[in-house]
């Protein structure tokens, strides 16, 4: 039996987020100048059930990523509940609204989209240095 090391699962985890990330600036770039758009971002991936996994069994403490349940007067208030599995959300960081409603800002996307990329590299570093590592280790060098 293979098991997977927790940082190569978090890496992981890691780099498909930033994958995901990169596709929805991608759309919001892509309808910068579409009528009543709203920029989207991605949430952060939750790593609690890494940490479960991994620490639990350590003793470590644990960590849950909240849960918003939506009450009737939320409701009434226009408010809906989040999707189950998508972690798309509105994004509440854009400097300004066109008048025709559309909030992206290509200066704020490309700003993301470059963060984007150094996460990734930094990612992808971390992955070939540990694979280094366990090649190394194993006594495949």
Do not use: C, W
Not at 87 to 113: C, H
């Amino acid at each position: 039996m293979t098991t997977v090391p927790p940082l190569l699962t978090g890496i992981n985890q890691s780099m498909k987020h930033l994958a995901e990330r990169q596709r929805v600036i991608a759309e919001n770039i892509a309808n910068s100048e579409t009528p009543r758009f709203k920029a989207q971002e991605v949430e952060a991936p939750d790593f609690s059930s890494l940490l479960a996994a991994h620490g639990a069994a350590a003793g470590m403490a644990r960590i849950t990523r909240p849960r918003i349940q939506i009450t009737s007067g939320m409701s009434a208030l226009g408010a809906t509940p989040p999707r189950a599995g998508n972690n798309i959300v509105a994004d509440r960081n854009t400097s300004e609204t066109k008048p025709d409603g559309n909030n992206v800002t290509l200066e704020e996307q490309l700003l993301k989209m470059g963060q984007v990329q150094a996460d990734f590299a930094a990612m992808t570093n971390l992955y070939r240095k540990q694979m280094a590592l366990l090649k190394s280790a194993i006594g495949r060098n």
